[in-house]
């Protein structure tokens, strides 16, 4: 199974500020990466889908990049309401699996 | 709009077995896979397998098969997940989630979800 390694694992930022997840596969998955948030108590919820198309109804603030075995995730400026935990997942091949995860704290 | 209604939670014994639905609703429902992903503690969020209710097996994570049987029900909208034999490990929050792309061949990519089953098993 392709494994994801997201960093960092937490942090802690404040509103406003421009904030990049990481995500690096095992191997090399091309543009298959997706992206989710999750906040407590709810389902994920798909942000950008293959590395960088911006799911409808998504806002501008994210942007997805990168190819083959490195991705990221950027909030150009971070809101209240980006609390929670993003995590990457590698639609490339079965089964499809995800990162453990980025867990986001507004200062 | 399209909705991913899933059953309550439960607590089963271990060796015992559980069975969670989700009802969809608000799209063809026979025209996209329905997948079935749990988040357990300490182990991230783990895919189970997928069906199309329109037909083809169901497809299972080899983690899963022999334990976790998946089945959908067209007239009623309808897709099931059960697990059997229920370990301590198997506590975890299940979900089901729509695959983006319509047609025969998925594309792994999940965008509705269900709301969460929790599943606990503890003797």
């Known amino acids: 199974d392709i494994q994801l390694t997201q960093s960092p694992s937490s942090l802690s930022a404040s509103v406003g500020d421009r904030v990049t997840l990481t995500c690096r596969a095992s191997?090399?998955?091309?543009?298959?990466l997706n992206w989710y948030h999750q906040k407590p108590g709810e389902a994920p919820k798909l942000l950008i889908y293959?590395?960088?198309h911006l799911q409808s109804g998504v806002p501008s603030r994210f942007t997805g990049s990168g190819h083959g075995t490195d991705f990221g995730l950027t909030i150009t400026s971070l809101q209240p309401e980006d609390f929670g935990t993003f995590f990457c997942?590698?639609?490339?091949?079965?089964?499809?699996?995800f990162g453990r995860g980025t867990k986001v704290e507004i200062k | 709009q399209v909705q991913l209604v899933q059953s309550g939670a439960e607590v089963k014994k271990p060796g015992a077995s559980v069975k969670v639905s989700c009802k969809a609703s608000?799209?063809?429902?026979?025209?996209?896979?329905l997948h079935w992903v749990r988040e357990a503690p300490g182990q991230g969020l783990q895919w189970l397998g997928m069906i199309r209710p329109g037909g083809g097996r169901p497809i299972y994570a080899q983690k899963f098969h022999g334990t976790v049987t998946i089945t959908g029900d067209a007239s009623t909208s309808t897709v099931y997940m059960e697990v059997n034999s229920l370990r301590s490990e198997d506590t975890a929050v299940y979900y089901c989630?729509?695959?983006?792309?319509?047609?025969?061949?998925?594309?792994?990519?999940?965008?509705?979800w269900g709301q969460g089953t929790l599943v606990t098993v503890s003797s």
């Open positions: 997942q590698q639609s490339y091949s079965t089964p499809p699996t």
């Open positions: 293959t590395a960088f």
């Open positions: 191997e090399t998955i091309s543009n298959y």
């Open positions: 989630a729509r695959d983006v792309q319509s047609g025969t061949s998925p594309g792994y990519d999940f965008d509705y």
């Open positions: 608000g799209y063809p429902f026979t025209n996209y896979h």
